[in-house]
Protein backbone atom coordinates (compact mmCIF):
# COMPACT_ATOMS: atom_id res chain seq x y z
CA UNK A 1 0.00 0.00 0.00
CA UNK A 2 1.17 3.68 -0.87
CA UNK A 3 0.50 4.65 3.05
CA UNK A 4 2.49 2.49 4.65
CA UNK A 5 5.85 0.14 3.82
CA UNK A 6 4.64 -2.44 5.99
CA UNK A 7 1.60 -3.11 4.44
CA UNK A 8 1.12 -5.27 1.54
CA UNK A 9 -2.12 -5.09 0.69
CA UNK A 10 -3.65 -2.88 -2.19
CA UNK A 11 -5.26 0.39 -1.48
CA UNK A 12 -8.36 -1.14 -2.65
CA UNK A 13 -8.42 -3.95 -0.44
CA UNK A 14 -7.56 -2.08 2.39
CA UNK A 15 -10.33 -0.64 4.90
CA UNK A 16 -11.58 2.81 3.81
CA UNK A 17 -11.36 4.36 7.16
CA UNK A 18 -7.94 3.44 7.90
CA UNK A 19 -6.96 4.87 4.68
CA UNK A 20 -8.80 7.77 4.94
CA UNK A 21 -7.19 8.70 8.57
CA UNK A 22 -3.40 7.16 7.99
CA UNK A 23 -3.99 9.42 4.54
CA UNK A 24 -4.64 12.40 6.45
CA UNK A 25 -2.31 12.10 9.23
CA UNK A 26 0.59 11.68 5.93
CA UNK A 27 -0.54 14.83 4.46
CA UNK A 28 -1.03 17.13 7.25
CA UNK A 29 2.45 15.86 8.80
CA UNK A 30 3.81 17.19 5.74
CA UNK A 31 1.63 20.08 5.47
CA UNK A 32 3.04 21.10 8.88
CA UNK A 33 6.23 20.68 7.73
CA UNK A 34 6.34 22.90 4.58
CA UNK A 35 3.90 25.61 6.53
CA UNK A 36 7.03 25.63 9.32
CA UNK A 37 9.67 26.35 6.54
CA UNK A 38 6.99 28.63 4.64
CA UNK A 39 6.58 30.58 7.74
CA UNK A 40 10.19 30.63 8.02
CA UNK A 41 10.81 31.98 4.22
CA UNK A 42 8.09 34.54 5.40
CA UNK A 43 10.20 35.59 8.14
CA UNK A 44 12.80 36.14 6.25
CA UNK A 45 10.71 37.53 3.31
CA UNK A 46 9.57 40.47 5.43
CA UNK A 47 12.49 41.50 6.71
CA UNK A 48 14.48 41.55 3.44
CA UNK A 49 11.91 43.45 1.87
CA UNK A 50 11.04 45.72 4.17
CA UNK A 51 6.98 47.17 5.07
CA UNK A 52 6.62 48.81 1.77
CA UNK A 53 8.33 46.05 -0.71
CA UNK A 54 6.80 43.60 1.28
CA UNK A 55 3.57 45.40 0.54
CA UNK A 56 4.36 45.52 -3.43
CA UNK A 57 4.96 42.04 -2.81
CA UNK A 58 1.51 41.34 -1.36
CA UNK A 59 0.03 43.02 -4.86
CA UNK A 60 2.28 40.89 -7.00
CA UNK A 61 1.52 37.80 -5.08
CA UNK A 62 -2.34 38.20 -5.85
CA UNK A 63 -2.01 38.68 -9.03
CA UNK A 64 0.29 35.91 -9.62
CA UNK A 65 -2.08 33.73 -7.90
CA UNK A 66 -4.79 34.55 -9.92
CA UNK A 67 -3.21 33.07 -12.94
CA UNK A 68 -1.80 29.72 -11.04
CA UNK A 69 -5.82 29.60 -10.01
CA UNK A 70 -6.90 29.92 -13.57
CA UNK A 71 -4.20 27.94 -14.94
CA UNK A 72 -5.02 24.97 -12.65
CA UNK A 73 -8.64 25.07 -13.97
CA UNK A 74 -9.59 22.33 -11.92
CA UNK A 75 -7.17 20.29 -13.80
CA UNK A 76 -6.21 18.05 -10.70
CA UNK A 77 -9.60 17.12 -9.71
CA UNK A 78 -10.29 16.17 -13.55
CA UNK A 79 -6.95 14.29 -13.89
CA UNK A 80 -7.84 12.48 -10.97
CA UNK A 81 -11.23 11.32 -12.48
CA UNK A 82 -9.73 10.44 -15.78
CA UNK A 83 -7.21 7.73 -13.93
CA UNK A 84 -9.87 5.97 -12.20
CA UNK A 85 -11.68 5.95 -15.16
CA UNK A 86 -9.44 3.34 -16.54
CA UNK A 87 -7.49 6.00 -18.70
CA UNK A 88 -3.77 4.72 -19.86
CA UNK A 89 -1.99 6.69 -17.19
CA UNK A 90 0.78 7.05 -19.36
CA UNK A 91 -1.79 9.04 -21.86
CA UNK A 92 -3.26 10.72 -19.13
CA UNK A 93 0.04 12.52 -18.23
CA UNK A 94 0.86 13.44 -21.25
CA UNK A 95 -2.50 15.09 -22.37
CA UNK A 96 -2.78 17.06 -19.10
CA UNK A 97 0.80 18.23 -19.22
CA UNK A 98 -0.61 19.80 -22.76
CA UNK A 99 -3.82 20.99 -21.63
CA UNK A 100 -1.91 22.85 -18.75
CA UNK A 101 -0.15 24.44 -21.22
CA UNK A 102 -3.41 25.93 -22.65
CA UNK A 103 -4.62 27.27 -19.48
CA UNK A 104 -1.48 28.46 -18.64
CA UNK A 105 -1.81 30.84 -21.68
CA UNK A 106 -5.34 31.80 -21.26
CA UNK A 107 -4.69 32.70 -17.15
CA UNK A 108 -1.77 35.09 -18.79
CA UNK A 109 -4.02 36.47 -21.09
CA UNK A 110 -6.55 36.83 -18.76
CA UNK A 111 -4.52 38.79 -15.41
CA UNK A 112 -1.69 40.65 -17.56
CA UNK A 113 -4.46 43.30 -18.35
CA UNK A 114 -5.67 43.26 -14.85
CA UNK A 115 -2.28 43.54 -13.17
CA UNK A 116 -0.90 46.14 -15.87
CA UNK A 117 -3.59 48.31 -14.83
CA UNK A 118 -4.21 48.32 -11.71
CA UNK A 119 -0.96 47.71 -10.10
CA UNK A 120 2.22 49.93 -9.45
CA UNK A 121 5.91 49.12 -11.51
CA UNK A 122 7.40 47.81 -8.08
CA UNK A 123 3.73 45.63 -7.56
CA UNK A 124 3.75 44.92 -11.83
CA UNK A 125 7.72 43.38 -11.02
CA UNK A 126 6.36 41.79 -7.72
CA UNK A 127 4.21 39.87 -10.15
CA UNK A 128 6.73 39.03 -13.02
CA UNK A 129 8.83 37.54 -10.81
CA UNK A 130 6.81 35.58 -9.21
CA UNK A 131 5.42 33.88 -12.66
CA UNK A 132 7.70 31.31 -12.80
CA UNK A 133 7.22 29.38 -9.84
CA UNK A 134 3.07 29.81 -10.99
CA UNK A 135 3.67 28.35 -14.56
CA UNK A 136 5.85 25.55 -12.92
CA UNK A 137 3.84 24.54 -10.19
CA UNK A 138 0.64 24.50 -13.24
CA UNK A 139 2.85 21.77 -15.09
CA UNK A 140 2.84 19.55 -12.24
CA UNK A 141 -0.36 19.50 -12.05
CA UNK A 142 -0.40 15.59 -13.80
CA UNK A 143 1.97 14.58 -11.68
CA UNK A 144 0.18 15.41 -8.86
CA UNK A 145 -2.83 13.87 -9.54
CA UNK A 146 -1.61 10.66 -11.16
CA UNK A 147 0.06 10.81 -6.93
CA UNK A 148 -3.06 11.25 -5.42
CA UNK A 149 -4.78 8.57 -7.15
CA UNK A 150 -2.92 6.31 -6.59
CA UNK A 151 -2.82 7.46 -2.75
CA UNK A 152 1.24 7.51 -2.66
CA UNK A 153 1.07 10.43 -0.49
CA UNK A 154 4.11 10.09 1.42
CA UNK A 155 5.74 10.39 -1.96
CA UNK A 156 3.86 13.58 -2.57
CA UNK A 157 4.96 15.01 0.84
CA UNK A 158 8.68 14.07 0.32
CA UNK A 159 9.02 16.15 -2.94
CA UNK A 160 7.49 19.02 -1.20
CA UNK A 161 9.33 19.25 2.07
CA UNK A 162 12.98 19.08 0.16
CA UNK A 163 11.65 21.36 -2.12
CA UNK A 164 10.65 23.58 0.18
CA UNK A 165 13.68 22.62 2.51
CA UNK A 166 15.78 23.73 -0.78
CA UNK A 167 13.52 26.92 -1.46
CA UNK A 168 14.48 28.29 2.50
CA UNK A 169 18.27 27.50 2.17
CA UNK A 170 18.17 29.52 -1.11
CA UNK A 171 16.22 32.58 0.48
CA UNK A 172 18.09 32.86 3.69
CA UNK A 173 21.29 32.92 1.66
CA UNK A 174 19.66 36.31 -0.40
CA UNK A 175 18.68 37.47 2.88
CA UNK A 176 22.29 37.18 4.50
CA UNK A 177 23.31 38.65 1.48
CA UNK A 178 20.83 41.17 -0.04
CA UNK A 179 19.73 43.12 2.53
CA UNK A 180 21.38 46.01 0.91
CA UNK A 181 20.57 45.21 -2.51
CA UNK A 182 17.61 47.77 -4.52
CA UNK A 183 13.88 46.53 -4.07
CA UNK A 184 13.94 44.80 -7.68
CA UNK A 185 17.02 42.65 -6.78
CA UNK A 186 15.13 41.18 -3.36
CA UNK A 187 12.09 40.92 -5.56
CA UNK A 188 13.75 38.86 -7.92
CA UNK A 189 15.54 36.86 -5.12
CA UNK A 190 12.32 36.04 -3.39
CA UNK A 191 10.77 34.67 -6.80
CA UNK A 192 14.30 32.88 -7.28
CA UNK A 193 13.23 30.89 -4.31
CA UNK A 194 9.85 30.33 -5.00
CA UNK A 195 10.57 28.65 -9.10
CA UNK A 196 13.81 26.63 -7.72
CA UNK A 197 11.33 24.79 -5.30
CA UNK A 198 8.62 24.19 -8.02
CA UNK A 199 10.97 22.98 -10.37
CA UNK A 200 12.17 20.86 -7.73
CA UNK A 201 8.73 19.29 -6.71
CA UNK A 202 8.33 18.79 -11.02
CA UNK A 203 11.19 16.70 -11.33
CA UNK A 204 11.11 14.56 -8.10
CA UNK A 205 6.69 13.71 -8.93
CA UNK A 206 7.54 13.49 -12.79
CA UNK A 207 6.02 9.51 -13.11
CA UNK A 208 9.02 7.82 -14.46
CA UNK A 209 8.02 4.34 -14.09
CA UNK A 210 4.37 4.41 -16.06
CA UNK A 211 4.30 1.22 -18.82
CA UNK A 212 4.77 2.15 -22.58
CA UNK A 213 1.82 2.34 -24.92
CA UNK A 214 1.95 2.28 -28.69
CA UNK A 215 2.97 6.31 -29.90
CA UNK A 216 -0.51 8.10 -29.93
CA UNK A 217 -1.53 9.92 -33.03
CA UNK A 218 -1.88 13.65 -33.22
CA UNK A 219 -5.92 13.39 -33.52
CA UNK A 220 -6.12 10.58 -30.23
CA UNK A 221 -3.24 13.41 -28.44
CA UNK A 222 -5.67 15.94 -29.48
CA UNK A 223 -8.54 14.06 -28.12
CA UNK A 224 -7.80 13.26 -25.12
CA UNK A 225 -6.26 17.02 -24.64
CA UNK A 226 -10.07 18.25 -25.55
CA UNK A 227 -11.50 15.87 -23.31
CA UNK A 228 -9.87 16.74 -20.29
CA UNK A 229 -10.44 20.45 -20.94
CA UNK A 230 -14.21 20.02 -21.37
CA UNK A 231 -14.38 18.09 -18.11
CA UNK A 232 -12.18 20.58 -16.19
CA UNK A 233 -13.91 23.92 -17.61
CA UNK A 234 -16.71 24.26 -15.47
CA UNK A 235 -14.45 23.55 -12.38
CA UNK A 236 -11.83 25.40 -13.89
CA UNK A 237 -14.12 28.74 -14.11
CA UNK A 238 -15.89 28.11 -11.00
CA UNK A 239 -11.96 27.73 -9.46
CA UNK A 240 -10.72 31.01 -10.81
CA UNK A 241 -13.84 32.85 -9.63
CA UNK A 242 -13.06 31.64 -6.22
CA UNK A 243 -9.29 32.66 -6.59
CA UNK A 244 -10.69 36.24 -7.68
CA UNK A 245 -12.76 36.27 -4.46
CA UNK A 246 -10.29 35.49 -1.99
CA UNK A 247 -7.77 38.06 -3.73
CA UNK A 248 -10.44 40.93 -4.59
CA UNK A 249 -9.78 42.33 -1.51
CA UNK A 250 -6.05 42.55 -1.65
CA UNK A 251 -6.07 44.06 -5.37
CA UNK A 252 -9.07 46.48 -4.22
CA UNK A 253 -6.65 47.97 -1.35
CA UNK A 254 -3.84 48.07 -3.74
CA UNK A 255 -5.92 49.89 -6.44
CA UNK A 256 -6.82 52.53 -3.71
CA UNK A 257 -3.20 52.72 -2.48
CA UNK A 258 -3.64 51.11 1.23
CA UNK A 259 0.28 50.21 0.93
CA UNK A 260 0.85 49.89 4.64
CA UNK A 261 -2.39 48.71 5.44
CA UNK A 262 -2.03 45.96 2.67
CA UNK A 263 1.49 44.90 3.85
CA UNK A 264 -0.20 44.58 6.98
CA UNK A 265 -3.34 42.63 5.88
CA UNK A 266 -1.01 40.77 3.78
CA UNK A 267 0.76 38.84 7.01
CA UNK A 268 -2.78 38.35 8.03
CA UNK A 269 -3.89 36.54 4.91
CA UNK A 270 -0.76 34.63 4.26
CA UNK A 271 -1.22 32.91 7.96
CA UNK A 272 -4.77 32.47 7.36
CA UNK A 273 -4.20 30.51 4.20
CA UNK A 274 -1.03 28.35 5.80
CA UNK A 275 -3.37 27.35 8.54
CA UNK A 276 -7.00 26.16 5.41
CA UNK A 277 -4.06 24.75 3.68
CA UNK A 278 -3.03 22.66 6.36
CA UNK A 279 -6.72 21.98 8.31
CA UNK A 280 -7.99 20.83 4.27
CA UNK A 281 -5.47 18.35 3.55
CA UNK A 282 -7.82 15.50 4.63
CA UNK A 283 -10.47 16.44 1.45
CA UNK A 284 -7.74 15.09 -0.66
CA UNK A 285 -7.57 12.14 0.89
CA UNK A 286 -11.03 11.74 0.66
CA UNK A 287 -11.30 12.80 -2.91
CA UNK A 288 -8.96 10.32 -4.05
CA UNK A 289 -11.16 7.89 -2.10
CA UNK A 290 -13.74 8.92 -3.64
CA UNK A 291 -13.22 8.35 -6.89
CA UNK A 292 -12.30 5.17 -6.43
CA UNK A 293 -15.08 4.09 -4.69
CA UNK A 294 -18.86 3.07 -5.83
CA UNK A 295 -21.56 5.63 -6.38
CA UNK A 296 -23.21 4.16 -3.05
CA UNK A 297 -20.42 4.72 -0.51
CA UNK A 298 -19.43 8.48 -1.84
CA UNK A 299 -21.76 10.21 0.34
CA UNK A 300 -20.43 8.46 3.73
CA UNK A 301 -17.04 9.15 2.86
CA UNK A 302 -17.65 12.84 2.36
CA UNK A 303 -20.06 12.99 5.31
CA UNK A 304 -16.70 11.88 7.33
CA UNK A 305 -14.58 14.20 5.94
CA UNK A 306 -16.83 17.23 6.33
CA UNK A 307 -17.50 16.36 9.99
CA UNK A 308 -13.55 16.11 10.57
CA UNK A 309 -13.14 19.20 8.59
CA UNK A 310 -15.63 21.44 10.75
CA UNK A 311 -14.18 20.11 13.44
CA UNK A 312 -10.57 20.96 12.67
CA UNK A 313 -11.95 24.15 11.19
CA UNK A 314 -13.18 25.37 14.71
CA UNK A 315 -11.02 24.99 16.30
CA UNK A 316 -8.28 26.30 14.34
CA UNK A 317 -10.39 29.42 13.98
CA UNK A 318 -10.43 29.87 17.82
CA UNK A 319 -6.49 29.21 17.57
CA UNK A 320 -5.46 31.31 14.80
CA UNK A 321 -7.44 34.48 16.55
CA UNK A 322 -5.39 33.43 20.51
CA UNK A 323 -1.91 32.79 18.61
CA UNK A 324 -2.74 36.59 16.34
CA UNK A 325 0.11 38.40 18.95
CA UNK A 326 2.03 35.83 18.93
CA UNK A 327 2.38 34.82 14.84
CA UNK A 328 2.43 38.27 13.83
CA UNK A 329 5.37 39.39 15.32
CA UNK A 330 7.34 36.39 14.66
CA UNK A 331 6.31 36.32 10.46
CA UNK A 332 6.90 40.51 10.41
CA UNK A 333 8.50 42.27 13.66
CA UNK A 334 6.82 44.75 15.68
CA UNK A 335 6.46 46.72 12.28
CA UNK A 336 3.01 44.39 11.84
CA UNK A 337 1.34 45.12 14.64
CA UNK A 338 -1.42 45.87 12.99
CA UNK A 339 -1.57 42.73 11.64
CA UNK A 340 -2.98 41.33 14.76
CA UNK A 341 -6.37 42.75 14.37
CA UNK A 342 -6.76 41.55 10.61
CA UNK A 343 -5.87 38.08 12.15
CA UNK A 344 -8.89 38.38 14.58
CA UNK A 345 -11.35 39.45 12.10
CA UNK A 346 -10.18 36.99 9.66
CA UNK A 347 -10.16 34.17 11.71
CA UNK A 348 -13.93 32.41 11.12
CA UNK A 349 -12.52 32.17 7.58
CA UNK A 350 -10.62 29.47 8.81
CA UNK A 351 -13.91 27.26 9.61
CA UNK A 352 -16.08 28.75 6.28
CA UNK A 353 -13.02 28.11 3.73
CA UNK A 354 -12.28 24.32 5.13
CA UNK A 355 -15.76 23.39 6.05
CA UNK A 356 -17.05 24.00 2.38
CA UNK A 357 -14.11 22.11 0.28
CA UNK A 358 -15.84 18.24 0.15
CA UNK A 359 -19.36 19.76 -0.69
CA UNK A 360 -17.17 21.33 -3.97
CA UNK A 361 -15.57 17.78 -4.49
CA UNK A 362 -18.92 15.73 -3.56
CA UNK A 363 -20.43 17.99 -7.39
CA UNK A 364 -16.76 17.53 -8.91
CA UNK A 365 -17.88 13.72 -8.63
CA UNK A 366 -21.37 13.82 -9.48
CA UNK A 367 -20.15 15.50 -12.50
CA UNK A 368 -22.03 18.50 -11.54
CA UNK A 369 -19.17 21.33 -11.27
CA UNK A 370 -20.83 23.91 -13.41
CA UNK A 371 -23.55 24.36 -10.38
CA UNK A 372 -20.41 25.53 -8.45
CA UNK A 373 -20.19 28.51 -11.31
CA UNK A 374 -23.21 30.16 -10.21
CA UNK A 375 -22.30 29.88 -6.00
CA UNK A 376 -18.67 31.35 -7.26
CA UNK A 377 -19.81 34.21 -9.29
CA UNK A 378 -22.69 35.33 -6.68
CA UNK A 379 -19.96 35.43 -3.76
CA UNK A 380 -17.61 37.40 -5.87
CA UNK A 381 -19.57 39.97 -7.07
CA UNK A 382 -20.88 40.78 -3.65
CA UNK A 383 -17.39 40.65 -2.22
CA UNK A 384 -16.12 43.23 -4.64
CA UNK A 385 -19.41 45.75 -4.08
CA UNK A 386 -18.58 45.25 -0.05
CA UNK A 387 -15.16 45.59 -0.55
CA UNK A 388 -16.14 48.95 -2.19
CA UNK A 389 -18.09 50.26 0.06
CA UNK A 390 -16.34 49.21 3.38
CA UNK A 391 -12.72 49.58 2.65
CA UNK A 392 -12.92 53.58 2.04
CA UNK A 393 -14.46 53.40 5.62
CA UNK A 394 -12.85 50.87 7.69
CA UNK A 395 -9.73 50.32 5.55
CA UNK A 396 -8.26 46.88 6.02
CA UNK A 397 -11.02 45.87 8.33
CA UNK A 398 -13.61 46.51 5.68
CA UNK A 399 -11.85 43.86 3.52
CA UNK A 400 -11.85 41.91 6.73
CA UNK A 401 -15.46 42.39 7.01
CA UNK A 402 -16.20 41.63 3.39
CA UNK A 403 -14.34 38.46 2.87
CA UNK A 404 -16.03 36.83 6.01
CA UNK A 405 -19.45 37.81 4.99
CA UNK A 406 -19.07 36.23 1.88
CA UNK A 407 -17.20 33.52 2.65
CA UNK A 408 -19.73 32.60 5.01
CA UNK A 409 -22.58 32.87 2.30
CA UNK A 410 -20.86 30.85 0.10
CA UNK A 411 -20.01 27.81 2.52
CA UNK A 412 -22.99 27.09 3.33
CA UNK A 413 -25.27 27.74 -0.20
CA UNK A 414 -22.32 25.15 -1.13
CA UNK A 415 -23.22 22.49 1.49
CA UNK A 416 -26.81 23.05 0.84
CA UNK A 417 -26.33 22.38 -2.66
CA UNK A 418 -24.13 19.01 -2.21
CA UNK A 419 -26.83 17.75 0.07
CA UNK A 420 -29.47 18.08 -2.36
CA UNK A 421 -27.55 16.76 -5.06
CA UNK A 422 -25.84 13.94 -2.73
CA UNK A 423 -28.08 13.44 -0.02
CA UNK A 424 -26.49 12.13 3.10
CA UNK A 425 -22.89 14.18 2.63
CA UNK A 426 -23.49 16.81 4.07
CA UNK A 427 -24.01 17.59 8.17
CA UNK A 428 -25.65 20.88 7.64
CA UNK A 429 -26.52 21.25 11.35
CA UNK A 430 -23.11 20.90 12.24
CA UNK A 431 -21.69 23.30 9.08
CA UNK A 432 -24.21 26.07 10.22
CA UNK A 433 -23.48 25.76 13.90
CA UNK A 434 -19.98 25.96 13.76
CA UNK A 435 -20.06 29.30 11.39
CA UNK A 436 -22.41 30.69 13.12
CA UNK A 437 -21.23 30.13 16.39
CA UNK A 438 -17.24 31.03 15.37
CA UNK A 439 -18.52 34.11 13.52
CA UNK A 440 -20.14 35.56 16.82
CA UNK A 441 -17.34 34.80 18.97
CA UNK A 442 -14.84 36.64 17.37
CA UNK A 443 -16.64 39.38 16.08
CA UNK A 444 -17.50 39.77 19.63
CA UNK A 445 -14.35 39.67 20.55
CA UNK A 446 -12.68 42.21 17.77
CA UNK A 447 -15.06 45.08 17.93
CA UNK A 448 -16.97 45.14 21.52
CA UNK A 449 -13.56 45.93 23.65
CA UNK A 450 -12.69 44.37 26.93
CA UNK A 451 -15.61 43.30 28.37
CA UNK A 452 -15.57 41.85 24.64
CA UNK A 453 -13.50 39.74 24.62
CA UNK A 454 -14.42 37.92 27.71
CA UNK A 455 -17.86 37.29 26.36
CA UNK A 456 -16.35 36.72 22.77
CA UNK A 457 -13.83 33.92 24.56
CA UNK A 458 -16.85 32.13 26.52
CA UNK A 459 -18.80 31.71 23.22
CA UNK A 460 -16.04 30.70 21.33
CA UNK A 461 -15.05 27.92 23.91
CA UNK A 462 -18.77 26.56 24.10
CA UNK A 463 -18.83 26.26 20.26
CA UNK A 464 -15.64 24.18 20.42
CA UNK A 465 -16.47 22.42 22.93
CA UNK A 466 -19.95 21.60 21.29
CA UNK A 467 -19.08 20.63 17.30
CA UNK A 468 -16.39 18.18 19.16
CA UNK A 469 -18.75 16.16 20.69
CA UNK A 470 -20.86 16.62 17.33
CA UNK A 471 -18.21 15.63 15.06
CA UNK A 472 -17.27 12.88 17.51
CA UNK A 473 -20.68 11.33 17.47
CA UNK A 474 -21.24 12.01 13.79
CA UNK A 475 -17.66 10.38 12.56
CA UNK A 476 -18.21 7.77 14.97
CA UNK A 477 -21.81 7.04 13.71
CA UNK A 478 -20.70 7.39 10.13
CA UNK A 479 -17.32 5.28 10.49
CA UNK A 480 -19.04 2.24 11.05
CA UNK A 481 -21.52 1.54 8.20
CA UNK A 482 -18.31 1.88 5.51
CA UNK A 483 -16.44 -0.25 8.00
CA UNK A 484 -19.10 -3.10 7.53
CA UNK A 485 -18.35 -3.31 4.11
CA UNK A 486 -14.76 -3.28 3.82
Given at each position: ?A???G?T??????????????????????????L??????????????G??????????L??A??????????L????V???????H??L????????S?A????????????????L?????????V?????I?????????????????F???????????????????V?F?V????P????????????????????????P?H?????E??????????IA??????????A??????????????????????G???????Y??L?????G????SV????????????????????????????G??????F???????????G???????V????????????????????????????????I?????????????N???????????A??????T?????L???W???????????????????????S??????????????????????????????????????????????
Amino acid sequence: MALSCGDTRSPDETPQVRLLLSGAAVQTTGKLITLVLQLVCLVFVTRLLGHGGFGDLAAGLAAAGIVEAVGEFGLTSTLVLRFGEGHHPRLVVRSGVWASFATIVFGLVLVFPIAFTVLSVNERLAFLVLLPSSILTLLAVSCLAYWQYELSFIRLVRANVIAQMIGTIFLFVAFLVGRHWPEPAKLAAVGGSQALAAALVLVLLWPRHLPMIDEADDGEQSRAVIAILLGAFPLGIAGAISLLHVRADQLVLAGMHYRNGLANYAIAYRALEAIVGGIATVSVVAFSLMSRAPAEQRAGRARVATALLVGAGTLGSVAFALAAPVIVPILGGAGYSGAVRSCRLLAPVVVMSVSNVMAGRVLIALHRASLLIGIAFSGLALNVMLNLLLIPHLGTAGAATATVTTEGLGALALAWVAERKEPGSQPLALLVGAILGVTSALLVWSWAGSSGRVVGLVLGALTVAAVTVVTLRLTAHDVREPSAHT
